[in-house]
C-alpha cells in the first residue's frame, strides 16, 4: 500500500500543483460541470487516479481498494495543506 503515498502526490500535482494552473483554468472555461470539476477536486482526481494506480500496481480486484484509500488520503493531506496556508495568512507570514 506504499504506492498509495505515491499516487496521492500525484493526485495533488494535478490538483493543487502550479504546473498544471493554465489547463485547469481551460479545462474549467471549456468543461466546468463535469471534466473541469474533476481536475479541482482532490477527493475526485485522487479517486481515479487510485482506480487506474490499483490497476496497475495490483489488479482490477484490488483497484477499487486503493482508489478509496488514496481518495480519502488526499483529501486528508489536500485539507491539512489548506488549514496550515490559511494559518500562515491569518498570522501574516
Not at 38 to 62: E, N, P
Not at 71 to 86: F, G, K, N, P, Y
Request: glycine share 10%; aromatic share 12%.
Amino acid at each position: 500500500m506504499i504506492e498509495c503515498i505515491g499516487l496521492t502526490g500525484i493526485t495533488l500535482v494535478i490538483v493543487r500543483g502550479a504546473v498544471f494552473d493554465r489547463f485547469r483554468e481551460w479545462l474549467l472555461s471549456v468543461r466546468p460541470n463535469d471534466i473541469g470539476y474533476l481536475f479541482t477536486c482532490c477527493h475526485c482526481m485522487g479517486f481515479w487516479i487510485g482506480l487506474f494506480g490499483g490497476a496497475i500496481y495490483a489488479d482490477f480486484f484490488t483497484a477499487p481498494l486503493y482508489a478509496g484509500a488514496v481518495s480519502l488520503l488526499a483529501l486528508m493531506t489536500d485539507c491539512v495543506i489548506l488549514v496550515l496556508t490559511e494559518s500562515r495568512k491569518i498570522k501574516g507570514e
